[in-house]
């Protein structure tokens, strides 16, 4: 007797939330930074607050403003002030700290404008100073401080090249370090020799430092070598704006100083934490998994490709857990979270969420008792007010009901229609965070 595919969807939805919930920035900063008087825990680092005459928060990235309230609410009136940088709309109510809201993903002027208050914040501050970075996924886009001789257009222009062109977000963003006078630690050497602390939330598969938000206070083993072999790899020469290719030529003949490496000075007044990432989150919802009754199954937090493919190897064990019960037997919850990518097909309105779950349901189709929900736990997939969908073994038979294809949703890359149709997409509205997306299969 399978459970009632209802059941199955309101328990995936209180799985999801709960995995939302542990990476809740607030939260998460709370949990890292305590203080009972005078002192300050940072990840069993005691800090002495007598010892800072001021204590300043810079950062950048979608969850800033929530990072920037669970500061505020832990430093409360010894934050002096701040700049942070967050995508338009992302914001909390904070006092202390100013929040810029910019453009993302193609940078624009209102960065500019949060970039140059952080870099002067992070100036300013002094020996007796200690100074917060708040970093989360979008930092990049969100902190353009162009090099000497890149206008801002031109880092527009070259922004929308780099994100089409197919390359990593390793790659991308050694770009942006070696286009950039605060990104690959080079803010850190505007904040020496303040104190610094730096508070990661992560929403890159591996979660590396150096990568998420362009590391703009840790070391940054790239160079402009590596920026050369990239603009190969990708054929991107001839299509570079004039500046940009010239500054990195200049680079690569030595002619501009490179990011800081490890080992360098400017690191050693500096304590990075962590507080966030996909696998945190995972690990919650798999603990609410076994508090509803299921057993919980955490595949990976590292899942990469194609998401229309990703969804089959869901819907795959879908039908190896159904048909014989392994690797367990129902009820189960499998987990997974990474970031998929979509090559779109066709001019629709979707996201890779939405994608993934209307794969999945193409592969699931008749089966009873399975649920597959896949979102973005920042609460927007892609270009859509949605978070992701969710999907069942009645699903297709329910869109061909309606005179619906699937096939030809998913080859117009349209998905975000096709379960608006079926009142099947995921809602949260923005969440505050932002690490990665998380996918759960559910067998009753
Ligand atoms: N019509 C579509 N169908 C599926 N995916 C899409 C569609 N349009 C855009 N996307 C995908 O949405 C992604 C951007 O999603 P978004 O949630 O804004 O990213 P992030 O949260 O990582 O910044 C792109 O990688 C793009 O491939
Ligand atoms: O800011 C960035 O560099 C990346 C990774 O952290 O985030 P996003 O893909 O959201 O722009
Ligand atoms: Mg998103």
Same mark, same amino acid.
């Not at 997939?381 to 978070?387: E, F, I, Q």
């Given at each position: 007797m399978t459970r009632h595919t209802k059941q199955l969807r309101t328990d995936a939805r209180l799985i999801f939330d709960a995995g939302i919930a542990a990476v809740d920035p607030v939260a998460a900063v709370q949990n890292a930074v305590t203080r009972q008087g005078h002192l300050l825990s940072v990840a069993g680092e005691v800090y002495d607050l007598h010892q800072y005459a001021h204590i300043y928060a810079i950062g950048a990235g979608k969850a800033g403003a929530t990072m920037a309230k669970g500061l505020e609410n832990v430093l409360q009136d010894r934050l002096t002030a701040g700049a942070v940088t967050v995508k338009y709309d992302h914001v909390a109510p904070v006092t202390a700290v100013t929040l810029y809201e910019a453009g993302h993903p193609i940078p624009d002027a209102a960065g500019v404008g949060g970039a140059e208050a952080m870099m002067h914040i992070a100036q300013q501050a002094g020996e007796n100073d200690l100074v917060f970075c708040l970093l989360s996924g979008g930092g990049s886009a969100l902190s353009p401080a162009p090099? !000497? /001789?890149?206008t801002l257009e031109e880092k527009q222009q070259f922004t929308s090249l780099l994100l089409a062109c197919g390359a990593s977000i390793d790659e991308i963003n050694t770009l942006r370090k070696h286009l950039s006078r605060l990104k690959g630690g080079q803010l850190a050497r505007l904040v020496a020799p303040a104190r610094l602390i730096t508070l990661v939330l992560s929403d890159v598969v591996g979660d590396r430092l150096d990568v998420i938000a362009s590391g703009p206070t840790v070391p940054d083993a790239s160079t402009f070598a590596d920026c050369h072999e990239i603009v190969a790899r990708y054929g991107l020469m001839e299509q570079l704006p004039p500046s940009i290719r010239d500054h990195l030529q200049r680079g690569g003949a030595g002619q501009v100083p490179e990011t800081p490496k490890a080992g &360098? $000075?400017?690191? =050693?007044?500096h304590q990075t934490v962590l507080i966030g990432s996909n696998r945190i989150a995972l690990q919650a919802a798999a603990q609410q998994a076994r508090h509803v009754g299921y057993t919980p199954l955490v595949l990976s937090s590292s899942v990469q490709g194609e998401a229309r493919e990703i969804a089959r190897v869901q819907a795959a064990m879908a039908h190896e857990i159904r048909q014989c019960g392994l690797p367990m037997p129902p009820p189960v919850c499998v987990l997974a979270g990474g970031e998929t990518t979509v090559t779109l097909l066709g001019q629709g309105k979707g996201g890779r969420n939405q994608e993934f779950a209307l794969a999945a349901a193409m592969d699931i @189709? #008749?089966? &009873? /008792?399975v649920v597959i929900l896949s979102g973005g736990t920042d609460g927007t @997939? #892609? $270009? !859509? @007010? =949605?978070?992701g969908a969710v999907a069942d073994g009645e699903t297709v038979s329910r869109a061909q009901a309606l005179g619906l294809s699937p096939k030809d949703f998913i080859q117009r890359s349209d998905s975000y229609h096709f379960f608006t149709a079926l009142d099947d997409l995921l809602f949260t509205g923005p969440t505050g965070t932002n690490v990665m997306d998380m996918y759960l299969l559910l067998v009753g």
């Open positions: 090099s !000497t /001789g890149i &360098e $000075p400017v690191f =050693a007044r @189709d #008749g089966l &009873e /008792g @997939d #892609g $270009p !859509t @007010d =949605a978070a």
